[in-house]
């Protein structure tokens, strides 16, 4: 069952965006060689805390930490340990957290220091599909609409949409219907309508699709061992367009994108 969500509820889920936004802009600014997965935890757990919020991830489903940490091959879900950041990693930061009874949910991947072209590229590709995807969430289109231009224009980079997880909704829950794949057919899905609010979060890997789940029980890895990427954000549907509540706030404007992109739609989890 699809929940939509009033006014009054988007004001706070934008409210949480933004701080979660924050965070995540600071884990950036401190991932560099030679911190510790488990630095970068600390340091999240300790500004949403900071905050007055709830570090969602801990404790959900059995996970203790507050944030996820993927390195290189590692697709979603790793845990953060003492490994070392190395310069050319590529790392992929999931975070959540609870502001006022709802979450706010969004990631991104960051390059070590000077990283190979291809995972420059891979990046690249990865955060551009999920900007294009997040344009073709507009009122009066479909969830199958968002699937196929991120999944268009992933393989139009020559490189591989993961199947096994997917988006979704949120709101005072992490995981809502509907499920927003990265994958699909445009024209198909359910309908989107204003007071939705979806997570949207290309998953990406440079070789095949194929993914794996660990001995841990949580660290999703390429089983080809290819370098993966994944970005994601929060966005409500609007009858003024798509607006990414997980930004820091600039101007309302800033965070609402129109309904048609330039040269768009020309090839250009399981939930997490």
């Known amino acids: 069952m699809i929940i939509y969500k009033s006014e009054a509820e988007i004001d706070l889920m934008r409210e949480a965006g933004a701080i979660l936004a924050e965070a995540l802009a600071r884990l950036q600014t401190i991932a560099r060689p030679g911190i510790t997965l488990l630095e970068l935890d600390r340091e999240a757990d300790r500004f949403i805390r900071g905050r007055g919020c709830i570090p969602g991830f801990v404790g959900y489903q059995g996970y203790q930490n507050a944030i996820c940490t993927s390195v290189n091959d590692q697709v979603v879900h790793g845990i953060p340990t003492n490994r070392k950041l190395r310069e050319g990693d590529l790392l992929s930061l999931d975070a959540g957290l609870i502001h006022r009874g709802f979450w706010a949910d969004a990631g991104l991947t960051v390059g070590i220091g000077k990283i190979s072209v291809e995972a420059q590229q891979l990046l690249d590709a990865t955060r ?79 070789g095949r699709k194929d993914v794996a789940l660990l001995g841990d029980g949580w660290t999703v890895v390429t089983v080809d061992h290819s370098l993966s990427a994944y970005f994601e954000h929060s966005v409500a549907i609007t009858a003024d367009g798509p607006e990414i509540l997980t930004s820091v706030r600039k101007s309302d404007a800033q965070h609402r994108l129109p309904s048609r992109l330039v040269g768009d739609g020309q090839g250009g989890d399981l939930e997490d």
Do not use: C, T
């Open 128 to 206: 551009e599909s999920l900007e294009i995807g997040i344009r073709k969430a507009q009122v009066g289109n479909r969830i199958g609409d968002i699937s196929a231009a991120i999944q268009q224009h992933v393989e139009g980079a020559g490189f591989s949409v993961v199947e096994s997880f997917v988006g979704h909704g949120i709101g005072r829950d992490m995981h809502e219907d509907p499920q927003v794949p990265n994958f699909g057919i445009a024209g198909q899905g359910p309908l989107l309508k204003p007071g939705m609010v979806l997570a949207i979060e290309p998953m990406v890997n440079a």
